[in-house]
């Protein structure tokens, strides 16, 4: 995931993200899928926009792995034995042409995209809050992470989603899955237990532990526990649109 903000401006420091998620690194070729290409092309254009009216951004590239072998302890190597993360093989991209990049390299989902990059910027020099993020993204993924573009970042950041349209293999699984994993996050992320820390914005409850790691994974298996509707194909309409009606968003 990519994500660069631009800073100007004095009190209050005015903000903008533009973040491009990463996909999943091919685990035979290592290389990053095709998809993303588009995403890194709108945002180097947007870099050299900005750069022009004298306010170029500051770029974060974020993202460990997304691979079906990153919670079990075998990140994927090269021949070499060397770790690929996705940060690494997308900064050099951008840096090509031009965009000197961050690296976030720790981030293995979509939430952990989001909430480690939300405790980078908390951890710069002069702790910054986003006022507007836009994510560029797959169309599959834009209202998903619009929705938890909003929890994580909080009420006092504007978040737009600018997506790119590509083909699937395999576009009705594709849709399943992606309504499946956006009613199970967003049932986590607004169970009682955790729905007020994220109506501020607090991302302490995903990164919570004392390494500062993600508790991602184990969120998602408490809600598993609990929620009835885990083991389904997805959250039923009567569930979803309460929670999306508790955090001002109306359902599609």
Not at 146 to 171: A, E, M, R, Y
Request: charged share 20%; glycine share 8%.
């Amino acid at each position: 995931m990519l994500i660069s903000l631009q800073i100007y401006g004095l009190e209050p420091t005015v903000v903008e993200v533009f973040l491009a998620p990463g996909r999943a690194v091919n685990e035979q070729t290592l290389e990053l899928p095709p998809e993303i290409y588009p995403c890194l092309r709108q945002l180097a254009e947007a870099y050299r926009q900005a750069k022009a009216k004298g306010k170029p951004p500051i770029v974060i590239v974020s993202g460990y792995q997304r691979s079906k072998f990153v919670y079990k302890g075998s990140p994927l190597r090269d021949s070499n034995g060397n770790e690929v993360v996705e940060a690494d093989l997308l900064a050099p991209i951008l840096e090509r042409q031009g965009v000197p990049c961050f690296k976030e390299r720790r981030s293995a989902s979509v939430g952990d995209n989001l909430a480690y990059s939300k405790q980078l910027l908390l951890d710069l020099p002069r702790s910054v809050h986003p006022t507007r993020l836009h994510i560029f993204t797959i169309s599959s993924l834009a209202y998903r992470l619009w929705v938890l573009g909003k929890l994580v970042f909080g009420p006092g950041c504007d978040v737009q989603i600018h997506s790119v349209n590509v083909g699937t293999q395999n576009p009705e699984e594709t849709r399943k899955l992606e309504l499946k994993l956006f009613g199970d996050q967003l049932c986590m992320l607004l169970s009682p237990k955790m729905s007020r820390q994220m109506a501020i914005g607090n991302h302490a409850h995903i990164i919570g532990d004392g390494r500062g790691m993600s508790r991602w994974p184990v969120l998602g298996s408490e809600h598993d526990k609990v929620c009835g509707y885990a083991q389904k194909d997805s959250h039923p309409d009567h569930v979803m649109r309460p929670l999306l009606k508790s955090i001002g968003i109306p359902s599609r």
